[in-house]
Each structure stands twice: as C-alpha cells, then as structure tokens.
C-alpha cells in the first residue's frame, strides 16, 4: 500500500485568492490523480498527472483554474487559482495501487479542506 | 463515460444483521467494479474489486456480486458492527480502457448497537 500526505489539511481563503495544495508520496508512482469532492456529493475527477507529461484534465476543468506539477515519482501539486466560494470544496490526491493490473485501484490521500469566503 | 446510481438515502440497520448496499449503472459494462469505504473527513479507503467475469468475491465479512446483464452490484456485509458505520462507494472505470475512475454518490450506512 502506499502513504499519501496532503498539505495543508484544511485553509480558509478569500475570493480571488490562489492555493496550492501538496500531496507527497511514499513510494514511486506512475500516475496521481486529483479529485474534488463538494459537500455532500461523491468525488469529481478534476485531472490525471503523470510525471514527465502535460496534466489529462477532465470536462469541465482547465489547466488556467487548476494547474498541476508532477516534477517527480513522488510528488505533485494542484493550484486553485482565483478562487471563488463555489470552489470550496474537499480536494483529494490519490495514486494508482501498484501492481494494479490495470484495474485502477486507487489508495487516497486524507483530503485538503478548502473554504473560500 | 459512465454514470452510477446508488441510493442516496442512509440504511440503518441493527447490529449483527446483513446490510445490502446497491449500485447500478447505465452505460458499457465496465470490465471491473469496485468498492470503497469513507469515513467523515478522510479520504475513501478501498475495500474490493470484482471483475466483469466474476459473479462474486468475498474478504471476510465482506462480499460483492455483479451482475452485467443488470448492470448491477450488491454489497453485502454481514454480521454488521457498528464501527462499519460509514459511506459506501461504487467506482467503476470512467471510460472504457482509460486508467480513471468515476464514483458513484455512495450510500451512507448506520449500524445501530
């Protein structure tokens, strides 16, 4: 299994304002995934990082409102950039399980809770 | 890609009974469905995985069907206990032979002691 740390845990920030959340890995992955999950509702895939290569991004979502880094095996991070109240939101890092088989098992990190007043 | 329904609405059950959790979905049948565990403020823990050509799957108290001429998956967990508390998720793949999951709303179970 993998140990996946999020930083911060939790922020409160006013509109307009940028975050950057970091998600730190314990063992070498391919591929990070970032995933917004709303009050209430199950987890939206924002995009798909891999190191080495330009961030997949989702319907919806644009690399201009959530730009990532993957600058190693270990480590990314997800900006949300000119941050409205309806961005706030738990954000969640996860990795692809090794030796998955091809079945995206996922382990997840403990989330960054973000409130944008 | 994909959608998933799962009932929105909590189960509350005694302790020591079965609880049954539903999940269907309405697009290709995926070649694996998944099962994930979350609990309030962390984030979801997975819990087990069944294939398109496996009818069950079992982890101790755990076990899962799938039925893809229903397009559906039952989760079982018997001798229910109540720090089995927690919301449930489906996840299946997102699109077919793309490495990215889409999970369903989950259902929330409460065991009562």
């Known amino acids: 299994s993998a140990v996946i740390s999020q930083k911060p845990s939790r922020d409160i920030c006013q509109r307009g304002t940028s975050l950057t959340i970091q998600c730190q890995v314990d063992?070498?992955?391919?591929?990070m995934f970032w995933y917004r999950q709303q009050p209430g509702q199950s987890l939206t895939l924002i995009a798909t990082?891999?190191?080495?290569?330009?961030?997949?991004?989702e319907s919806g979502f644009v690399i201009d409102k959530f730009p990532i880094s993957r600058p190693n095996l270990t480590f990314s991070t997800l900006t949300v950039s000119n941050m409205s109240p309806e961005d706030s939101s738990i954000y969640l890092c996860?990795?692809?399980?090794?030796?998955?088989?091809?079945?995206?098992?996922?382990?997840f990190g403990p989330g960054t809770r973000l409130t944008v007043l | 890609s994909q959608k998933i329904e799962q009932n929105s609405e909590a189960l509350n059950i005694q302790e020591g009974k079965t609880a049954t959790l539903t999940c269907n979905y309405t697009?290709?049948?995926?070649?694996?469905l998944q099962w994930y565990r979350q609990d309030p403020g962390r984030g979801p823990v997975f819990l087990l995985l069944?294939?398109?050509?496996?009818k069950e799957k079992r982890k101790e108290r755990l076990k899962v069907t799938f039925d893809t001429t229903l397009k559906q998956s039952l989760f079982h967990i018997t001798a229910s206990q109540p720090a089995d508390s927690a919301t449930y998720l489906c996840a299946l793949e997102k699109v077919a032979g793309r490495r990215a999951l889409t999970f369903g709303s989950g259902t929330r179970l409460q065991v009562q002691p």
């Open positions: 990082a891999n190191q080495g290569s330009e961030a997949t991004y």
């Open positions: 697009n290709y049948s995926p070649a694996y």
């Open positions: 069944i294939r398109e050509n496996e």
């Open positions: 063992s070498q992955v391919t591929m």
């Open positions: 996860s990795v692809e399980a090794v030796g998955g088989a091809g079945t995206d098992t996922q382990y």
